[in-house]
């Protein structure tokens, strides 16, 4: 590559900020102060550049030098780092608060490498240095693009001559409105937390500088909402609420205590030419900790499906990390003081761990918040899933006895609440293991038009094709469901069903890949090893089969191929015909 290859010429915000004194806070408290820091950028400014889609071209000890695209996402980014910073500051003395001063400016950029160049990287340079602690300076040039584009109020400073650049800059301060603390012992309005799990919705940012793309992102915003509202564990503040949020700086803890939730999920979007990138995070209110964080880039073909992608992503996702984050939670009380939800929250995480130990608890779990509420569909399918999978993963002989009163478990939940899908989708995986192929199918078709974005009912569908004899279909929704929630801790069940979705359909090579995915993800479960033994003997590879078998049974000393194959309810007689048969040449007993 070329010198000249390497420099390219682009349209650039500059954002530039360091900290006011920081010296100072050094020479006081050299490890706290690099303590705080390091906080403040895995806590704000991280979160905020990914947010606002920045790139942080370098750091100087305190001092950040960010490049964005547009100058009005410079300043909403810049704000954002400011109320972070403030509402850090908020407790400590005014000696120890670590106050940035910021500079923006709009110009032309020349970039060499990772790095760039250019007369507004000074002037950004010089309006931080102008600017007062804890206030933002923009140039003319930034002001022009943002006003009337933001909400925000801008002082005129006049004409500035600053160090080292040649001409007068038109200067303007950004006002941060801020809001007023509460005096203590003032009663705060708001709301008290719901007993389950609560989640709200900022409006989506638009970042792609054009006004009519508005309606993308608030679409967007509106389907999650939708989506998030069908999950029937989540409290969901409504869009209408949400709407009175649009164009404000978020005061995240503020928000909390008015809408009375736990978790705030805000998000971006941006579109470039035939592309579309969406970026979100979800915030715990309470310590303002980003527990979840995804970025989608996306040609944009199909606006509708594109969008259902998203939120169908979205959803799945927040659903499982709000899942075992409020089991967290829940653990950190004792048990004799935990109410219903928290009992159920416990136990929801531990059917997400998914051994034979913490299936045992959540059965536990399940059976005392029963005591409590015998009218609540969920513990009935807590319980049911509890039972069934302790059957599964022990490989013993009274599964069927297991899936039948897991049955009957999520028939009762259902009858108490037929718009559950958790509800549906234990129906269906316990009728698939009685080998109730229609039932089952028909159980997960039904969780999925209660809730359209439940990663769970995608892949349980996918289980239920590939086991009724449509393993390329069932493939393709066992992958959807992975694709939705790709950090569900839970994902080796999915990869177990595709590795024997490929196995069904002869392609043994694909199978063993798919499995060592699931044996990789959850060494203690049995499924994988199954088909990657079967599979590598009908290649001709006896010896790694073997392999298999062995690494099996050193977890399930007493498996048999008859245990083995007692969870692959292949619709088709010679499907499980050739398991046994491979399973055999492994070296599994009869």
């Given at each position: 590559m070329t010198f000249s290859e390497r420099k390219r010429r682009r349209l650039?915000?500059?954002?530039?900020?360091?900290?006011?004194?920081?010296?100072?806070?050094?020479r006081a408290d050299e490890e706290g102060t690099h303590r705080r820091l390091q906080a403040l950028h895995k806590h704000v400014i991280e979160p905020a550049i990914a947010l606002h889609q920045g790139r942080l071209v370098r750091t100087m000890g305190d001092g950040l030098l960010i490049e964005f695209a547009s100058a009005v996402v410079s300043v909403r980014c810049a704000i954002a780092i400011q109320s972070g910073a403030a509402a850090r500051n908020a407790d400590l003395p005014r000696?120890?608060?670590?106050?940035?001063?910021?500079?923006i400016d709009l110009g032309e950029v020349m970039a060499e490498g990772d790095d760039l160049f250019g007369e507004c990287l000074a002037v950004a340079a010089r309006l931080e240095r102008l600017a007062e602690p804890g206030t933002l300076l923009i140039s003319g040039a930034v002001h022009e693009q943002a006003r009337g584009r933001l909400t925000y109020e801008f002082a005129d400073l006049g004409l500035r001559q600053l160090r080292d650049v040649a001409h007068r800059v038109p200067v303007f301060r950004v006002e941060i409105a801020r809001g007023a603390r509460p005096v203590p012992g003032e009663e705060e309005e708001g709301y008290a937390l719901p007993d389950n799990p609560s989640v709200a919705v900022l409006p989506f940012v638009n970042l792609s500088g054009e006004p009519d793309q508005d309606h993308f992102a608030d679409g967007l915003t509106e389907d999650i909402i939708t989506g998030l509202s069908r999950v029937s564990q989540l409290f969901v503040i409504a869009h209408s609420s949400m709407l009175t949020y649009r164009d404000?700086?978020?005061d995240v803890q503020k928000i909390g205590r008015e809408l009375g939730i736990r978790y705030l999920l805000e998000g971006s979007v941006r579109q470039a030419g035939n592309r579309v990138r969406i970026s979100c995070?979800?915030?715990?209110?309470?310590?303002?900790?980003?527990?979840w964080s995804e970025r989608y880039d996306r040609p944009l073909t199909d606006f509708f499906d594109l969008q259902d992608e998203i939120t169908r992503n979205v959803v799945a996702s927040i659903k499982t990390q709000v899942v075992l984050k409020e089991g967290q939670l829940a653990e950190r009380r004792a048990i004799a003081d935990l109410g219903l939800w928290d009992l159920l929250k416990r136990a929801w995480r531990r059917l997400y761990e998914a051994t034979p130990e913490s299936f045992a608890e959540a059965e536990t779990l399940a059976r005392q918040a029963l005591k409590g509420d015998p009218d609540s569909a969920v513990p009935y399918w807590i319980l049911s899933s509890a039972i069934?999978?302790?059957?599964?993963?022990?490989?013993?002989?009274?599964?069927?006895?297991?899936?039948m009163r897991a049955q009957e478990l999520a028939r009762h939940a259902i009858t108490l609440d037929d718009n559950d899908e958790d509800a549906?989708?234990?129906?269906?995986?316990?009728?698939?293991n009685l080998g109730q192929h229609e039932e089952a199918i028909a159980a997960f078709r039904r969780a999925l038009d209660i809730n359209p974005n439940c990663s769970l009912a995608l892949g349980l569908l996918g289980s239920g094709l590939i086991y009724?004899?449509?393993?390329?279909?069932?493939?393709?929704?066992?992958?959807?469901?992975?694709?939705?929630?790709?950090?569900?801790?839970n994902n080796f069940f999915r990869y177990?069903?595709?590795?024997?979705?490929?196995?069904?359909?002869?392609?043994?090579?694909?199978?063993?890949?798919?499995?060592?995915?699931?044996?990789?993800q959850k060494p203690g479960y049995f499924e994988g090893y199954i088909v990657a033994a079967a599979s590598h003997a009908l290649l001709g590879d006896v010896e790694m089969a073997r392999e298999m078998a062995r690494d099996c049974r050193a977890h399930l000393p007493g498996i048999t191929i008859a245990k083995a194959s007692a969870s692959y309810r292949f619709a088709n007689p010679a499907d499980l015909d050739r398991l046994q048969q491979g399973l055999r040449l492994a070296g599994f007993p009869e």
């Open positions: 650039a915000a500059i954002l530039a900020a360091d900290i006011a004194g920081y010296a100072r806070l050094i000696d120890r608060r670590m106050d940035y001063r910021m500079g404000k700086l978020p995070q979800l915030i715990e209110v309470e310590t303002r900790a980003h527990i069934l999978h302790q059957a599964l993963m022990e490989g013993g002989d009274d599964l069927q006895a297991a899936a549906h989708s234990a129906f269906g995986i316990a009728s698939l009724s004899g449509h393993p390329d279909e069932g493939i393709g929704y066992a992958e959807m469901a992975i694709r939705s929630s790709p950090r569900d801790p177990s069903d595709i590795a024997a979705g490929h196995f069904a359909a002869g392609r043994y090579s694909v199978a063993i890949d798919n499995a060592q995915r699931a044996i990789r």
